[in-house]
C-alpha cells in the first residue's frame, strides 16, 4: 500500500512585497538579491486576517477540491507548520473546520522546521502503509513574515508567507522511499527562541526579541553539502537511476542551492522547478505550494517519478522518492 497524491491546492497572501520594496527597509537591491537567491517577490500575510491555519484551510479546500472529494472523507490531517496561530489546538485542529471533515478524522501537527511537510507526509503515508488511514490530508502552512527581523538585510529578504496541500489516497503500489536526517550539533545557525503573541504584533522591541536568527553561509554550506548526498543516498535505496527522475522537488530556499545540487548530481535543471522567484522560502510552505502550482501548469502526469527533498532549522534534512 502507498498515499497516491489525488488532490493539491496552495494559497498565497495577497499582498506582494517587491525587492524594490525591500531596498526601502533594508540596504539591499533588486539586483543583489536576484543575483544571490533568485528571489523576485514574496507575498506577506495580513497577521490580524491570513492567518497561518487561515491559509492552510484554504489550501486544504483546495486540494480536496482538486481531489474531487467532500471534507467528510479525510479521516487524517496532518500539518506541518514553525508557525502556528497559538500553541493549540493544533493547524490540523482548524483546518479539520475549514473542511468541515467529521469528528472520526484524527489531527495533529509536526514541526521540523522547512523540512515539516516531508515529514508530516511520511507519517501519512505510514498510517495509510499500516492500514490507519485511507484518506489523508498533508497540509504546510506558514507566517514567516511575524517571525523575520526586518531590519536584517540577510534573512528578511528570503523569506515569505503562503501555504500548500495534498490529499493522500491509499493504493496499491510500492512504498515511498525515504530517508530523514538531522543534527542538533549543528542546528545553531538557524533557531527561534521564542513563540509570538499575536496582540504583540507591533510591538517593535518583543518582535525583535522573537525573531529568528539565520547564519545564511552555514546554512547554504550545509545545504549544497548534505542535499545532493541525501538525493544520492534515497535513490539508492529505492534501486532508481537518478537519470529516470522526472522532477526533482526540492525546498524553495535559494537558486543557487538547488543549481549547486543540479550540478552535484550532474542533472539538468529543467529537472528542478523553482517558484522561489515569486514565493520566497515559505519554508513548510514550499514543496506542497510548487507541487500545487506544477499541476496547475500541468507539468505532473500520473507514473511520473517524483524526488522531494529539504532542508531547514533542527538542523534537518529530508528528501524521499515516489511515483506521482
Ligand atoms: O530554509 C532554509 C533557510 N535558509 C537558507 O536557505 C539560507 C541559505 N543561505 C543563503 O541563501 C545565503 O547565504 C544568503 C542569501 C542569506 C546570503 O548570500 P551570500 O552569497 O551567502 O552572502 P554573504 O552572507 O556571504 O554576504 C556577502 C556580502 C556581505 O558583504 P561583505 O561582507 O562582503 O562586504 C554581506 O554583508 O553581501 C552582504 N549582504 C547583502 N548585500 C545586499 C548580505 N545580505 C545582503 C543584502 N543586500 N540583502
Same mark, same amino acid.
Do not use: R
Given at each position: 500500500m502507498t498515499g497516491k497524491i489525488i488532490g493539491l491546492g496552495s494559497y498565497l497572501p495577497e499582498k506582494v512585497l517587491t525587492n524594490d520594496d525591500l531596498s526601502l527597509l533594508v540596504e539591499t537591491s533588486d539586483e543583489w538579491i536576484q543575483e544571490r537567491t533568485g528571489i523576485k517577490k514574496r507575498h506577506i500575510s495580513d497577521h490580524k486576517t491570513e492567518t497561518t491555519s487561515y491559509m492552510a484551510g484554504i489550501a486544504a479546500q483546495r486540494a480536496v477540491e482538486d481531489a474531487g472529494i *467532500?471534507?467528510?472523507? !479525510?479521516d487524517l490531517i496532518v500539518a506541518a507548520s514553525t508557525? $502556528? &496561530?497559538?500553541? @493549540? $489546538?493544533s493547524i490540523a485542529c482548524m483546518v479539520q473546520k475549514a473542511i468541515g471533515a467529521g469528528e472520526d478524522c484524527g489531527c495533529f501537527d509536526v514541526n521540523s522546521a522547512c523540512p515539516g511537510w516531508i515529514a508530516a507526509f511520511l507519517t501519512a503515508q505510514s498510517f495509510i502503509e499500516a492500514g490507519r488511514a485511507k484518506k489523508v490530508l498533508v497540509v504546510g502552512a506558514e507566517t514567516l513574515s511575524n517571525y523575520? &527581523?526586518?531590519?536584517d538585510r540577510g534573512t528578511c529578504i528570503l523569506f515569505g508567507d503562503g501555504a500548500g496541500c495534498a490529499v493522500l489516497e491509499a493504493s496499491e503500489g510500492i512504498p515511498v522511499s525515504s530517508i530523514m536526517r538531522s543534527s542538533c550539533e549543528r542546528g545553531d545557525c538557524l533557531f527561534c527562541a521564542n513563540m509570538k503573541q499575536p496582540d504583540r504584533l507591533d510591538d517593535e522591541e518583543f518582535i525583535k526579541t522573537t525573531s529568528f536568527q539565520m547564519a545564511g553561509r552555514d546554512v547554504f554550506r550545509f545545504a549544497v553539502t548534505e542535499v545532493p548526498k541525501i538525493i544520492r543516498d534515497v535513490l539508492k535505496k529505492a534501486q532508481? $537511476? +537518478?537519470? *529516470? !527522475? &522526472?522532477? @526533482? !522537488?526540492?525546498?524553495? +530556499?535559494n537558486a543557487r542551492i538547488i543549481e549547486a545540487t543540479a550540478k552535484k548530481l550532474k542533472i539538468?535543471? &529543467?529537472?528542478f522547478p523553482m517558484t522561489l522567484q515569486e514565493t520566497g522560502n515559505t519554508s513548510s510552505a514550499s514543496i506542497p505550494s510548487l507541487l500545487s502550482t506544477m499541476k496547475k501548469e500541468g507539468k505532473l502526469q500520473r507514473g511520473q517519478k517524483l524526488v522531494i527533498a529539504s532542508f531547514g532549522g533542527g538542523l534537518t534534512w529530508d528528501a524521499a522518492y515516489l511515483e506521482y
Open positions: *467532500e471534507g467528510s472523507d !479525510i508557525t $502556528p &496561530d497559538v500553541v @493549540f $489546538p523575520v &527581523d526586518w531590519t532508481v $537511476p +537518478a537519470d *529516470e !527522475i &522526472d522532477y @526533482f !522537488i526540492l525546498h524553495q +530556499a539538468g535543471l &529543467d529537472k
